[in-house]
């Protein structure tokens, strides 16, 4: 975790991404289902989990998560199957890395291609941290780290420029209803979905950071929190801090995301690669002598030499190309799994 800039309203921006905390209640169960009625199919589809972390499916074979994690060669879940790393590419100057990854993904997220975020309303996923016990009269602490995956809306209120990279931002006002949300423990990496003006959600970030940390004197450890208004707290870490001052206004902190729309023509060259050669494709068709196509979902892990399909009602048979021998090693109500050579 380290400052990168000071901002004008004294408010500095640290790479601290955790899981998202929700204004209207400090319930651990609120929110960690996929969001339902007009929220429904608002990005929580596409967000694997990544190591200890999360990225989003872009492509057919693409993930896209936060530089920052220094993640390499992981293990990616999506869906109960599990897929492995096998080459990442990242767009200089900016937190975005693209994996490239075994196997292939069903159906994948659309990116937001138009710069006019600013108004839009948008879902935050993210994996982590609760929200704890009060901060005076400010906002919360960062509670327990569960590693849950939760969301919040919001709805993003700006842009701002971190080096050369693009962020998008959502203040934490309390002005956005009870499940407004704030970045906490385990979140970087994930997605943030916004409702387009085509009314489709589309990946519109991938999460940063957060203001932060705080601390109400000099004397104190400053902490990070979910602060719905700064005044009269100290921001910075230990010999950086700075006071926000009292005014007559309430100071909301923020979350940022690397913006997407921003990096649209690179992220679009990444997922239109195509495969490398040597690459494992599982196939299936209906009879030993039918027509074999490649599965639309499946995961290949290259360092266990495993294969991953959900089980499906039809009868199905299978061959792997770039492989020598492949052979059923377990079967349970959801999923096939192939061991190859």
């Known amino acids: 975790m380290w400052s990168l800039l000071t901002l004008a309203a004294l408010l500095v921006l640290s790479i601290q991404g955790r899981g ?13 289902t996929a969001p339902t009625g007009a929220l429904a199919g608002s990005g929580w589809q596409w967000v694997g989990q990544l190591s200890s972390a999360q990225a989003t499916v872009i492509g057919p074979r693409h993930i896209v998560t936060a530089k920052h994690l220094n993640i390499g060669g992981a293990q990616f879940v999506f869906r109960g199957v599990t897929y492995r790393v096998t080459s990442s590419t990242n767009l ?12 292939r993904f069903p159906d994948y997220a659309p990116l937001c291609s138009s710069r006019r975020e600013v108004g839009r309303p948008v879902v935050m996923i993210g994996r982590g941290g609760r929200r704890g016990e009060a901060f005076g009269t400010h906002g919360w602490k960062i509670g327990l780290y569960d590693a849950v ?5 919001n709805v993003v209120d700006g842009t701002l420029v971190a080096g050369t990279a693009e962020l998008l931002q959502m203040g934490f006002a309390g002005n956005a209803g009870g499940d407004e949300g704030m970045f906490s423990s385990g ?14 959600w589309k990946l519109a970030g991938v999460n940063y950071g957060v203001d932060g940390p705080f601390a109400t004197s000099l004397s104190e450890g400053p902490i990070f929190a979910a602060i719905f208004d700064a005044r009269g ?7 950086q801090q700075q006071l926000i001052p009292n005014g007559p206004s309430a100071v909301a902190t923020r979350s940022f995301v690397s913006r997407i729309s921003s990096s649209i023509d690179w992220l679009n060259t990444q997922i239109a690669a195509p ?46 190309n770039g492989v020598r021998r492949l052979a059923v090693e377990s079967v349970t109500d959801a999923l ?6």
């Not at 200089?92 to 196997?103: N, P």
């Not at 707290?233 to 010999?239: Q, R």
């Open 20 to 32: 998202v905390i929700v204004f209207g209640t400090d319930d651990p169960t609120h929110n960690n």
């Open 92 to 103: 200089a100057g900016t937190d975005l890395d693209v994996f490239t990854v075994g196997g």
């Open 149 to 153: 995956q939760r969301w919040g809306t």
């Open 187 to 200: 979140d970087s990496g994930g997605g943030t979905f916004i409702l387009d003006r085509d009314n489709v």
């Open 233 to 239: 707290l100290y921001i910075g870490f230990a010999g």
């Open 275 to 320: 495969a490398p050669a040597d690459s494992v494709v599982l196939q299936s068709a209906a009879g030993p002598g039918g027509a074999f196509t490649e599965e639309p979902f499946y995961g290949v892990d290259t360092d266990l030499r495993q294969i991953e399909v959900p089980r499906t009602a039809d009868r199905r048979f299978f061959r792997a």
């Open 336 to 341: 096939v799994r192939f061991r190859y050579e």
